[in-house]
């Protein structure tokens, strides 16, 4: 749906929509189709901190390497990592 909205300014949504169902797919196991949400996400919002958190999360689950994902993170994320949750995105 997000993707045959034309362009404008606001947009309608705030946040790439992508990382929602990354993060529903990650809670229902589904690791590889969450990875491939993120990374979706991450191509319409580059160092999108929530996005390449839930990245983190889902590489773990599918027993990827995290390494660079790890540092993009801790370069993007600014706030407490407590408030980070599946639930959030």
Do not use: C, H
Request: proline fraction near 3%.
């Amino acid at each position: 749906l997000q993707d045959g909205i034309s362009y404008m300014e606001p947009s309608y949504w705030y946040y790439p929509v992508r990382q929602t169902l990354g993060a529903v797919l990650l809670q229902q196991g589904r690791a590889e189709e969450a990875i491939a949400a993120f990374e979706k996400a991450l191509q319409e919002s580059p160092r999108n901190a929530w996005a390449l958190w839930g990245l983190l999360n889902a590489q773990t689950a599918g027993n990827r390497d995290t390494t660079d994902t790890k540092a993009a993170f801790a370069r993007a994320w600014l706030g407490d990592e407590r408030l980070l949750s599946l639930g959030r995105l």
